[in-house]
T-cell receptor
Framework: DARVTQTPRHKVTEMGQEVTMRCQPI?????VFWYRQTMMQGLELLAY????????DSGMPKDRFSAEMPDATLATLKIQPSEPRDSAVYFC????????????FGEGSRLTVL | AQTVTQSQPEMSVQEAETVTLSCTYD???????LFWYKQPPSRQMILVIR??????QNATENRFSVNFQKAAKSFSLKISDSQLGDAAMYFC??????????????FGTGTLLAVQP
């Protein structure tokens, strides 16, 4: 059963600490998205990769956030330094051309920054 | 820029009854995809139904169907024979076709559906 895998599921950290969230897209998918979900802002797109190349990271605070795809099986989202306002659920989603535009979502990483 | 609007923050339906969730969107594109995603308390985002803009026929998936009005830029979701397991947040979403510079998935703000036994 192919699925997007995200780690960690939950993370509690202190302000100022570095946080790294990881995503394993579905094998063969060539697009990867990072979304952030909060009560106030809803679902916000942070970054978008196609064939491992970053295409759009306009929604990401550049001073503290970074997103990479070291290889086709791993996407990472890093926050350094973390702040309480970063507390949210972070979703990774992957997709493939010809799949009707559908994105497949991971279960999300819930981040709490104290 | 494309936008998706869900004007009903919350809805309630009796078990076995029918409910319709509303969604409107704004775009200058002629070809695109529309989706309804369901997010239960487990927070997993689950695709409910998909509609391609070039198809005039409304999509259906078992108890779920859509009313797609392209000219009006409206895309409502109808849930028939509502079940307790349908209780969730429902998101309407829009996506431009693959090949555009940025074919990101744009979400509405969601409608929280409660199902009363």
């Amino acid at each position: 059963d192919a699925r997007v895998t995200q780690t960690p599921r939950h993370k509690v950290t202190e302000m100022g600490q570095e946080v790294t969230m990881r995503c394993q897209p579905i094998l063969g998918h060539n697009t990867v998205f990072w979304y952030r979900q909060t009560m106030m802002q809803g679902l916000e797109l942070l970054a978008y990769f196609r064939n491992r190349a970053p295409l759009d990271d306009s929604g990401m605070p550049k001073d503290r956030f970074s997103a990479e795809m070291p290889d086709a099986t791993l996407a990472t989202l890093k926050i350094q330094p973390s702040e309480p306002r970063d507390s949210a659920v972070y979703f990774c989603a992957s997709g493939l051309r010809g799949m009707g535009g559908e994105l497949f979502f991971g279960e999300g990483s819930r981040l709490t920054v104290l | 820029a494309q936008t998706v609007t869900q004007s009903q923050p919350e809805m309630s339906v009796q078990e076995a009854e029918t409910v319709t969730l509303s969604c409107t969107y704004d775009t200058s594109e002629s070809d695109y995809y529309l989706f309804w995603y369901k997010q239960p308390p487990s927070r997993q985002m689950i695709l409910v139904i998909r509609q391609e803009a070039y198809k005039q026929q409304n999509a259906t998936e078992n108890r779920f169907s859509v009313n797609f009005q392209k000219a009006a830029k409206s895309f409502s979701l109808k849930i028939s024979d509502s079940q307790l397991g349908d209780a969730a947040m429902y998101f309407c979403a829009y996506r431009t076709p693959y090949g555009g510079a940025t074919n990101k998935l744009i979400f509405g703000t969601g409608t929280l559906l409660a199902v009363q036994p």
